[in-house]
């Protein structure tokens, strides 16, 4: 049977969100790293050693174990274009370092401007908790595993010209051509990992900044570009020296760079509670998946109105709790071409459980017949 024997005969009908519940179904994540039985604590990944077994299973791992992931697994897998392999990823990775003194971004509701306005030193610190969805700097995130990153690029209104900051409420405090120049460095140490990068939203961003961006991405990025074309498999970018697929959400601006691919697209529920979000994302999947890469979102969303009810919570209080049960709907998954199956996967928070070595784990399942 072929590596997409298992998508092909998976039954959607057994995880449909009317029978999901807290409780894993089918187990923790089994190792998908050559030569091991379990998670790698430390060291380079192995290329020579054999495939686990069948019942071989994680607990979670440090994150030394999913740092090269992408070049650990199994070679069968090598071939597969990346939109049918399961990646882990992030949703909004840059609001680890959000600017506590940063104005609320323009296009926020005018309650919420008015009121940072009003009471800055009552509403900040409120505004913070519930915008901070990551808590691993960048750098952390990619070895721990993550190989989408969401990128919400913005200027500041009243900012120097070329300052490019990232956005999620209020701005940050790193800017952009450092932090990509901090991805570049992790890429150049980890030379068989691939990463996705979604630059989005772009806030701000006049024709003159978006060309500025562009420029920064190839000086940055140089040769790691991989240019749009057919999705690529793992060896297809290997043999290239290529590690960056870059999205950019901006359609004038893909059209004039060969090196930048369209918008992912990004099953975006806008739910508060994890069953509901579990039951957006089985209704996205019976419409079918996206014929490329795409990303189905964990991340939970909270109101205006419920943030300013409960300025004592934050999105972080609120977000773990539901892990276990979205977790569960996590490890249900499928990697895969099939018309239910998924491929990236983001969430909010990813240190703080096994998500990405459950994410990754799936891959598994296209071995197995």
């Known amino acids: 049977m072929s590596a997409y024997a298992r998508c092909n005969h998976y039954s959607p009908e057994s995880h449909a969100c009317a029978h999901l519940t807290g409780a894993s179904r089918g187990g923790e994540p089994v190792a998908l790293v050559e030569g091991t039985e379990g998670p790698r604590r430390s060291g380079p990944p192995t290329m020579g050693g054999q495939l686990s077994s069948v019942g071989s299973v994680y607990t979670r791992p440090d994150d030394s174990s999913l740092e090269d992931w992408m070049s650990a697994l199994y070679p069968e897998l090598w071939d597969l274009p990346l939109h049918h392999l399961s ?196 209704r996205m999947k019976s419409c079918g998946r996206p014929g490329g890469l795409f990303v189905a979102g964990t991340n939970l969303t909270e109101t205006l109105e419920y943030v300013l009810a409960h300025p004592g919570q934050s999105l972080r209080s609120v977000t773990l709790p539901g892990l276990p049960f979205l977790g569960a709907w996590v490890r249900a998954q499928c990697p895969g071409p099939a018309s239910r199956c998924t491929n990236i996967i983001a969430g909010d928070f990813i240190g703080a459980t096994s998500f990405v070595s459950d994410v990754v784990g799936l891959n598994r399942k296209l071995l197995q017949c």
């Not at 800055?120 to 969805?133: D, E, N």
């Not at 595993?145 to 490019?164: F, I, P, Q, S, W």
């Not at 989005?200 to 900044?209: D, I, K, V």
């Open 87 to 282: 990646i882990p990823g992030n949703h909004d990775t840059m609001t680890y370092c959000l600017n506590r003194k940063s104005p609320v971004a323009p296009d926020q509701s005018w309650l919420l401007r008015l009121l940072t306005k009003l009471l800055p030193c009552v509403t900040r610190p409120v505004v913070l908790k519930w915008a901070i969805t990551q808590d691993l700097d960048v750098t952390a995130q990619l070895s721990a595993g993550v190989r989408y990153l969401d990128l919400r690029v913005a200027h500041m209104r009243d900012g120097t010209d070329r300052n490019l900051h990232f956005l999620h409420v209020v701005y940050t405090t790193a800017l952009v051509e450092d932090t990509l120049t901090e991805i570049a460095e992790w890429l150049e140490q980890h030379p068989r990992e691939v990463v996705i990068l979604a630059c989005r939203n772009f806030q701000g961003l006049s024709q003159t900044l978006h060309e500025y961006l562009v420029t920064c991405i190839r000086n940055i990025f140089g040769d790691m570009l991989c240019p749009r074309g057919e999705v690529p498999s793992l060896r297809q970018l290997w043999a290239r020296g290529q590690q960056v697929l870059l999205s950019y959400e901006d359609e004038e601006t893909v059209s004039r760079h060969p090196e930048l691919w369209p918008g992912i697209p990004y099953w975006w529920g806008d739910k508060v509670k994890p069953q509901d979000l579990v039951c957006y994302l089985e």
